[in-house]
């Protein structure tokens, strides 16, 4: 049995791997010349080790039962303080869609839509790629870890199709007393049917279980039963109760979770941001040249891979932080079989929901297409549903597993 010390330690291990892993995955992207870009969403478990880290704004929630728990920080520029005030500190012009459609809205205009970073028109400030949204735009995650309930424990991951219809807590309740692959299934279902959706929507729910547990259902009914209906007149017009939140529940009651890191990785590890290319503006005029191919350039004023006149003003007017620097990457993976004794057998779920610089939620959508990625503990179950989005999955586990996979 590892020591609390061990386990910190590890779970730095963990973290410092992510990031490094982050940039290494954002300047082997820009390097390729394209402009577009994805959130992403990582999700690793080792052994009880729970880590999650993000860019952009396709979140996570873990449910245990009888609580949750929001895995993710999202980057979203409208809903972040802290991100605007990064952003305008380093001279970004941040403001919603123009009337008119064509870039920034005016100042003193109301403009359309939700805040977004100019040139590019990008609504998250965090992504991989995006080059031309500028060097602000950075791939350092949020992380976030605990430690798993030895019960088991459920984690739903979408996109922002997914939760600009959908509460963390309503997503969780409607489909916790169900199978992975049906919960994906009720889950897509749900966002189908509403009359708001207009982005694309992917979702993958995990399920991790002790190895004497038969299925999520059976473990969340112990936790927490159904209450019998009341059959009232009037029951279906009492407001739903959210589900607590796994921090308001005491140390020694049922839901709680214990927390190892809650971070932003550009405070943390700010050394990282001088090993982005994407930091370097010599670096970056090339790669925007290239990319043009030497044609006029096409000024559509929103993000996407004809949008670089703008950005290349803004490039040879000269920008910020022209810090150079390498680091070597390391690979979760193997530092987690050199550290063997804290982990278990691992399998994962990849889904990259990334749209091109013109796509629908590069512009009219305002982001990166979402991502989201999985490496899974002992024994698990997968449901994955999404919509208009290349899946990869791989598993290494040894005992039971079951996966669902739906699109609409």
């Not at 739903?156 to 299934?185: E, N, Q, Y």
């Amino acid at each position: 049995m590892a020591s609390p010390k061990e386990v910190e330690g590890f779970a730095e291990v963990v973290r410092q791997a992510i990031v490094e892993t982050f940039v290494r995955l954002d300047n082997d992207w820009i390097a390729v010349g394209h402009m577009s870009g994805t959130t992403v969403t990582a999700t690793i478990v080792i052994g009880y080790l729970l880590t999650v880290a993000n860019i952009g704004d396709s979140s996570a929630v873990l449910d245990t039962g009888c609580s949750i728990l929001e895995l993710t920080g999202s980057h979203r520029i409208q809903s972040n303080p802290e991100e605007q005030t990064r952003l305008r500190g380093a001279g970004c012009t941040l403001a919603p869609l123009g009337f008119h459609l064509q870039g920034p809205a005016r100042q003193g205009e109301l403009g359309v839509g939700p805040l977004r970073l100019w040139p590019g028109g990008l609504c998250v400030s965090r992504s991989v790629g995006d080059l031309d949204a500028g060097p602000e735009v950075v791939p350092l995650p949020h992380i976030r870890q605990v430690l798993l309930p030895s019960n088991g424990a459920r984690i739903i991951v979408c996109s922002d199709g997914v939760w600009d219809l959908m509460s963390l807590s309503k997503a969780v309740k409607l489909c916790r007393f169900k199978p992975a692959s049906a919960a994906t299934a009720a889950l897509m279902g749900a966002v189908s049917r509403d009359l708001r959706l207009l982005d694309d929507a992917s979702i993958i729910v995990v399920d991790m279980l002790p190895s004497d547990a038969t299925s999520w259902p059976t473990v969340a009914l112990k936790a927490n039963p159904k209450p019998e209906k009341s059959g009232g007149l009037f029951a279906c017009f009492r407001p739903e109760l959210d589900e607590p939140d796994s921090r308001d529940v005491h140390s020694s009651a049922p839901g709680h979770l214990a927390f190892l890191a809650d971070l932003d990785s550009l405070r943390v590890y700010p050394q990282m941001r001088a090993a982005l290319q994407r930091t370097q503006i010599q670096h970056l005029a090339t790669v925007l040249n290239n990319a043009v191919g030497g044609k006029p350039g096409i000024d559509y004023t929103m993000h996407g891979a004809n949008k670089v006149s703008l950005y290349r003003g803004y490039v040879e007017n000269g920008m910020p932080r022209t810090n150079s620097s390498s680091t070597a990457v390391a690979d979760v993976a193997s530092e987690g079989a050199n550290h063997s004794n804290h982990s278990a057998h691992s399998a994962g779920a990849l889904f990259s929901d990334s749209q091109g610089g013109g796509g629908k939620s590069g512009s009219q959508h305002g982001g990166s297409g979402g991502g989201a990625a999985a490496v899974l503990p002992y024994s698990a179950s997968v449901g994955h549903n999404e919509v208009d989005s290349p899946v990869i999955a791989f598993n290494s586990v040894p005992d039971r597993q079951s996966s669902g996979l739906a699109m609409a």
